[in-house]
């Protein structure tokens, strides 16, 4: 039950946060008192004004508006309760994945503590969401040493493209980075180190770079041979860029992602079950095959529970000690 603003009016009528910084109303006026419509606007100003990063602002924006669109279009004069948001959640889980499910729901969640806790709702009516069970497996899988061989033969580095995306390939595949601390890497976060090259990341819901991965000669000659074709390697600069163009401007997520897809449709590889992250799930999978230990692996992929790493190793023991191979009886 909303207990009323945490916040006041301007004579114009627009709302005010506590630091005097307007928080834009809903677009319709004429609806600003529906219930819907006062979440919508709280989630606003939770997204606008809360110390979020930028991946997780717009994750958060995404959720309050698939879920403001819900409300208003089946219940809009349901309020903000446990009745509603379990009728919702049912709706996420009927066409969503599990873990797309959880993501909406952790932002739900994030919203009604903030809500409760700065006392603008009597209770938390998001306390009994309960997300959805998440296999422990891997719906995505590794690349086989053959399937990268064919890869990178597709990528013989004959112009600036082809260079850079054999480089951006080979660079995840020996390192295990992801897709968005490849788009953020520069040639600031290259730090030469006792044993070699290193590559400083800012990971995933990471704020600094004090993380990073090791850099091979194999990895610095792939580099280094896309890097001939850039004009310039100040700081600031990204490792991967827009080919032919000048400043050079960073390979976006998606555009590494098209890149990367690509690259697997040239090497004639349909499986849908490879995607750009299986090149990560290749490095810990090549890893710990090469008897990698199970905290070097943990610490290059840069997991902060070991748990998380383990689920290859598990998924490589089962693969090798199957039990269906005992089973000769018939």
Known sequence: MLKGRHASREPGGAMMTHRNEPI???????????????????GRALVQYGHLSASTRRTYELAFRRLVDWWRKTMPEEPFSEPLLERYRASLVARLTPRSVNVELAAIRKLGATLY????????????????????????????IEEIQRIL?????????????????????????????VARATFGDLRQGQYGWRLHVQG???????????????????????????FSRQAHEPLFATAYVIPARPLSVRTIRERI????????LSDP???????????????????????AVQHMLRHRSLATTELYLHELNRERDGAERWITQV
Not at 24 to 42: C, G, K, R, T
Not at 155 to 167: C, F, I, Q, T
Not at 261 to 268: C, H, I, S, V
């Open 24 to 42: 834009p109303l809903f677009e319709s006026a004429s609806a600003q008192d529906a219930p819907w419509a006062l979440i919508a606007e709280h």
């Open 117 to 144: 806790r700065r006392g603008i709702l009597g209770y938390n009516p998001t306390t009994s969401l309960k997300g959805q069970r998440v296999s422990r497996g891997h719906l995505r899988r590794s690349l086989t």
């Open 153 to 181: 033969a597709e990528l013989p580095g004959e112009n600036e493209v082809e260079s850079r995306d054999r480089a951006l390939v080979y660079l995840m595949v020996k390192t295990g980075l992801r897709e968005i601390e």
């Open 204 to 230: 995933k819901g990471r704020a600094d770079r004090t993380e990073f991965v090791l850099l091979t000669d194999a990895v610095m000659n792939a580099l280094e041979a896309y890097w001939r074709y850039r």
């Open 261 to 268: 897809r690509l690259a697997f449709q040239r090497a004639g």
């Open 273 to 295: 079950g490879l995607v750009p992250h299986s090149l990560r799930h290749t490095a810990a999978t090549l890893a710990l095959e090469g008897q990698a230990p199970l905290h």
